[in-house]
């Protein structure tokens, strides 16, 4: 399953263990919040973002309600009508929409 992991990046370890164990399961795993973004500026880091999000067959959120850009990521997914599978997520703002949408 191809998977793309978004969230807040304050939560780098935590992304990256989980990433680790999705490999080792035999997913191919996209963490876009870390890739090499120089040279794009802010349409392009959000374009990059859609290609991860379009080419996933599932998202996988990481959140705690401090990244806007991931509100921005998450209304793509929603756009796009993709499945969410919520990996950690503190309990905040926004986190009502989220688990509604994920049970989906």
């Given at each position: 399953m191809?998977i ?10 935590k992304?990256i263990?989980y ?8 997913h191919a795993?996209r963490?876009?919040a870390f890739?090499?973004?120089?040279g794009?500026d802010?349409?392009g880091?959000c374009k ?10 599932r ?8 990244s ?9 997914c ?6 969410i599978?919520?990996?950690y997520?503190n309990?905040k703002?926004?986190q009502?929409?989220?688990i ?5």
């Amino acid at each position: 399953m191809n998977i793309t992991i978004i969230g807040s990046t304050a939560y780098r370890e935590k992304m990256i263990a989980y990433k680790q164990q999705l490999e080792k399961e035999g997913h191919a795993v996209r963490m876009p919040a870390f890739d090499d973004h120089e040279g794009m500026d802010e349409i392009g880091v959000c374009k990059y973002n859609l290609e991860a999000i379009r080419w996933a067959d599932r998202i996988d959120v990481i959140w705690d309600a401090r990244s806007t850009g991931f509100i921005f990521d998450f209304g793509m997914c929603f756009a796009l009508d993709k499945p969410i599978k919520i990996v950690y997520l503190n309990t905040k703002t926004f986190q009502n929409l989220l688990i509604k949408y994920a049970e989906e």
